[in-house]
């Protein structure tokens, strides 16, 4: 897949809150995710243990919004808006930009802004 095939399925697998799918389908072994706070992490599993401990933070996961993706070379980004209550917390939104690398048709790096 090329990177706009590549970014076209996340957007998608993303609004069905498909993401350890679309991480297991787009993503390299060996991806990198950065968040906005600079924390890193290594590789598929690292990463799903991450997206796990977020979603066991939530006392219900609302819903998420997903934009269509903005493609330019081997780059991509996709805003978010998720709304979200977190055990013990009142309901919140919040927006946050995703910057995806494609490197041999697989995601190699994403890094988020928010």
């Not at 069905?16 to 072994?29: C, D, Y």
Request: net charge positive; proline share 1%; aromatic share 12%.
């Amino acid at each position: 897949m090329n990177t706009k095939e590549i970014a076209s399925k996340l957007v998608q697998l993303c609004k069905e809150k498909k993401f350890s799918v679309a991480r297991k389908q787009l993503f390299s072994n060996n991806a990198v995710g950065i968040e906005a706070d600079g924390s890193i992490c290594k590789g598929l599993k690292t990463m799903d243990k991450k997206e796990k401990g977020w979603h066991s933070s939530m006392e219900k996961f609302h819903s998420v919004k997903v934009s269509k993706p903005l493609v330019n070379g081997n780059f991509f980004s996709v805003a978010f808006t998720w709304d979200v209550t977190y055990k013990g917390k009142e309901r919140t939104q919040w927006s946050e930009i995703g910057i995806f690398e494609i490197k041999n048709g697989k995601i190699i790096m994403e890094r988020f802004f928010y």
